[in-house]
T-cell receptor, first 114, second 111 residues
Framework: EAGVAQSPRYKIIEKRQSVAFWCNPISGHATLYWYQQILGQGPKLLIQ????????DSQLPKDRFSAERLKGVDSTLKIQPAKLEDSAVYLCASSRSGRENEQFFGPGTRLTVL | QKEVEQNSGPLSVPEGAIASLNCTYSDRGSQSFFWYRQYSGKSPELIMF????GDKEDGRFTAQLNKASQYVSLLIRDSQPSDSATYLCAFHSGSARQLTFGSGTQLTVLP
């Protein structure tokens, strides 16, 4: 079974630029999560999708962050414009519907904002 | 007040010893508790989950939950250098069912 795929693995941008991350979950996993992990901290949930609907986006900074999962499979997370404090690893995870206890994480995208 | 507090690290133990990792949480509605392991530069991987008070054993790992005291711990017996990683405590609250993570404890097992 293929794992959660993410791209790119690394990205370096300047502040005020835009950036997008892509995630493809494990096949058959209806629930998809985006987390932000700042160095030295645990992951923080940004948004959770169930199929193509948003379940929770309470911690997503909506003035600059957006995410979509139009066809209920892969997802993109965008930051526009980026700030220095957005430097972090962005992790995508997925789980089967009703099995939120078993989340599988992708390798992450390390973003550096200069 | 932080929702999840983990014992400050880094923690170093000699090979073969027992490593003890602790976590306290503030949400009394929490029902499910998890321990994730994260190697440097890698993504978190689930190693244990526990729902009921008491102990749960899986190989060299034992998770302990005390809901009255609002703490959960992870014991690693016969620690190996390959156990060196950051261990993240996390919990679900029943209503939101979103995972809330602690900041992690870095464990180093010395050969």
């Amino acid at each position: 079974e293929a794992g959660v795929a993410q791209s790119p693995r690394y990205k370096i941008i300047e502040k005020r630029q835009s950036v997008a991350f892509w995630c493809n979950p494990i096949s058959g996993h209806a629930t998809l999560y985006w987390y932000q992990q700042i160095l030295g901290q645990g992951p923080k949930l940004l948004i959770q999708f169930q199929n193509n609907g948003v379940v929770d986006d309470s911690q997503l900074p909506k003035d600059r962050f957006s995410a979509e999962r139009l066809k209920g499979v892969d997802s993109t997370l965008k930051i526009q414009p980026a700030k220095l404090e957005d430097s972090a690893v962005y992790l995508c995870a997925s789980s089967r519907s009703g099995r939120e206890n078993e989340q599988f994480f992708g390798p992450g995208t390390r973003l550096t904002v200069l | 007040q932080k929702e999840v507090e983990q014992n400050s690290g880094p923690l170093s133990v000699p090979e073969g010893a027992i490593a003890s990792l602790n976590c306290t949480y503030s949400d009394r509605g929490s029902q499910s508790f998890f321990w994730y392991r994260q190697y440097s530069g890698k993504s978190p991987e689930l190693i244990m989950f526990i729902y009921s008070n008491g102990d749960k054993e899986d190989g060299r790992f034992t998770a302990q939950l005390n809901k009255a005291s609002q703490y959960v711990s992870l014991l690693i017996r016969d620690s190996q250098p390959s156990d060196s990683a950051t261990y993240l405590c996390a919990f679900h609250s029943g209503s939101a069912r979103q995972l809330t993570f602690g900041s992690g404890t870095q464990l180093t097992v010395l050969p």
